[in-house]
């Protein structure tokens, strides 16, 4: 069995919705079972009370994770724990899976981060030596992300078997995740056992890991029946994401910070979900640009005049290129596959002028080229980009450069100090000399604010 070892690999963690496979377990439905818990009970009304609920019956055990284990499975007591803890963490991700299927991404992963929040709470009220909650969520998350993931790399031959009927099954991802378990788990007998048939516990393990799925899938539904529609303004708290767009980049800079006007430092949850909203259509309207340059460069039939259409396109994607570099750490890629796109189109342009033998017009062509390359090595910093972007008002521009750490300030300064750009050099050391002297007797500590002006070149 060395060969299942090698199908789990360290891998980073995705967000992922399991496919739906053609052959599954059959498990006593849980549905009746559902029904009959929750038969008098007085459901949550809103995401973020039925978010609060998951947690406290994760964390202090009560329906739905209390009902992990089949019925009609009888698991040796030696795997009785080590079963029990990943369905229920099953059960829990399902939980973010259904948030993503019915409310979206954003909804998601809001409340994700609202539930992370409780669980860092929790960590701290209840400090324990070598536990963490939220570590431990993100583990076994991991783990049931992966093992899915494996899954749907594996060909379907290698996951296929025959039955005593000669009937060709497929096995379903939970056998995989029930594989990790057995051999990852450090109470399991199986632990860093490479030869081993299980003794039929994967079975085992496969189907009570199949029920807590189906379970939790009949009383999320349930819940749902009860939910009233999604309201933003119930959204509490956030986490602030590490690749943001630049609606939320600009909330980011603004929260608490004392160089904005009061108003403009309170940030809601409601506001971060706005601007994800908003960010999220600005990527889509991007993506959905660069994919129609690509099926017209790449699929759609050759032009009559080939060079014009070539010309055309190059400027088209080099006005996309730059809107996308705007969006800084919220790229999401999508200016490597501009750039790959852009190398085709060039590759085809110099193709045919060597076919013609235009040896003129190759020349002509490398040398706007090797000015592109030169001149896109000399990159603005990000905050030079997004001026006069719609997420910076123009009264936030001095105070949102104030915010910037000090490498950042001294990038965007560095930008300004040329001879054509001095004037608004000028204009930028009066204007964040004013700013900070009007909200100076907020500050108690002075020593960052110099540092900063004295990179801008003024002082106090």
């Not at 992922?16 to 038969?39: C, F, M, N, T, W």
């Amino acid at each position: 069995m060395k060969f299942i070892r090698k199908l789990f690999g360290d891998k980073s963690q995705k967000s992922l919705i399991p496919s739906q496979v053609r052959v599954v377990p059959k498990y006593e439905s849980p549905g009746a079972l559902v029904d009959k818990v929750y038969a008098d009970f007085d459901f949550p009304k809103d995401l973020y009370s039925a978010n609060k609920f998951i947690f406290g019956s994760f964390f202090y055990q009560s329906a739905p994770f209390t009902l992990w284990k089949s019925p009609t499975i009888n698991l040796p007591d030696n795997l009785e724990v080590v079963t029990k803890i990943p369905c229920q963490f099953l059960m829990l991700r399902y939980w973010f899976w259904f948030l993503t299927s019915n409310y979206g991404p954003i909804i998601s992963g809001m409340l994700k981060d609202e539930f992370d929040n409780f669980v860092s709470e929790l960590d701290n009220a209840e400090p324990k030596d070598n536990v963490n909650f939220l570590e431990q969520i993100n583990y076994y998350f991991t783990q049931i992300d992966d093992a899915i993931e494996h899954y749907e790399e594996i060909p379907e031959e290698k996951k296929s078997f025959k039955d005593s009927e000669g009937k060709t099954l497929v096995l379903p991802w939970e056998y995989y995740l029930a594989l990790k378990v057995l051999m990852n788990s450090v109470d399991s007998p199986y632990y860093k056992v490479d030869d081993t048939d299980f003794d039929g516990n994967d079975n085992l393990v496969m189907g009570c890991l199949g029920y807590s799925k189906y379970l939790a899938e009949s009383t999320f539904n349930k819940f749902k029946e009860h939910l009233a529609q999604f309201d933003a303004n119930t959204l509490k708290t956030w986490r602030w994401k590490k690749y943001a767009g630049l609606y939320e980049q600009q909330l980011k800079r603004k929260h608490n910070c004392v160089y904005f006007n009061k108003e403009d430092r309170v940030v809601t949850a409601k506001d971060v979900y706005t601007a994800r909203l908003m960010d999220s259509g600005t990527w889509r309207n991007l993506n959905e640009s660069y994919l129609k340059l690509k099926k017209e460069i790449l699929d759609d039939e050759s032009p009559v005049n080939a060079i014009s259409f070539i010309a055309d396109k190059r400027e088209e994607i080099d006005e996309l290129i730059t809107k996308v570099d705007m969006l800084g750490v919220g790229k999401q890629g999508l200016d490597i596959q501009l750039i790959k796109l852009r190398e085709s189109l060039i590759d085809i342009w110099m193709y045919i002028y060597k076919e013609q033998k235009n040896d003129v017009g190759l020349a002509n062509l490398q040398k706007a080229e090797e000015f592109n390359k030169l001149h896109s090595k000399q990159n603005s910093p990000d905050f030079i980009k997004v001026i006069g972007h719609d997420s910076i008002p123009d009264n936030q521009i001095l105070p949102s450069l104030l915010s910037l750490n000090l490498f950042e300030l001294k990038e965007v300064i560095k930008h300004f100090e040329t001879e054509e750009l001095r004037e608004s050099l000028i204009n930028i050391r009066t204007g964040a000399l004013n700013c900070v002297k009007e909200v100076i007797g907020e500050i108690q500590d002075l020593t960052e604010v110099k540092e900063k002006l004295n990179v801008i070149g003024v002082a106090l």
